[in-house]
């Protein structure tokens, strides 16, 4: 299993950026996807999960970005997107994808340690 993230960048606040999880290896119906942030000093943190079963789909954020980021995933492909608009600078940081199987249910914050599989990260700044 391989998660390849991608689309972080400069964004002045207020600004949005539209991150990408790729997923390869397998079929990812019996997963829950997750993004996570690290800030320099500061530990792993939960950013928002995603569960799909059949043409149901279900998702969890925490609560700072909630209402201001959005995950969402690509029909039949297996690639996960994180929207985050509103950007402040207090949400710079890596973001990393993460995998896990069997899906947490019923979907919640997890923390980073219970999931399986990671991409590499990729690194979000905002300019205030």
């Known amino acids: 299993v391989q998660l390849q993230a991608s689309g972080g960048g400069l964004v002045q606040a207020g600004g949005s950026l539209r991150l990408s999880c790729a997923a390869s290896?397998?079929?990812?119906?019996?997963?829950?996807m997750g993004w996570f942030r690290q800030a320099p000093g500061k530990e792993r943190e939960f950013v928002a999960a995603?569960?799909?079963?059949?043409?149901?789909?279900?998702?969890y954020y925490s609560q700072s970005p909630k209402g201001r980021f959005t995950i969402s995933r690509a029909l039949f492909q297996n690639t996960v997107y994180l929207q985050m608009n509103s950007l402040k600078p207090e949400d710079a940081a890596v973001y990393y994808c993460?995998?896990?199987?069997?899906?947490?249910?019923?979907?919640?914050?997890?923390?980073?340690?219970?999931?399986?599989?990671w991409g590499q990260g990729t690194q979000v700044t905002v300019s205030s």
């Open positions: 993460a995998a896990r199987t069997p899906p947490i249910a019923p979907l919640n914050r997890a923390p980073y340690y219970e999931y399986d599989y």
């Open positions: 290896g397998r079929t990812f119906n019996d997963y829950t």
């Open positions: 995603i569960n799909w079963s059949g043409s149901n789909t279900y998702t």
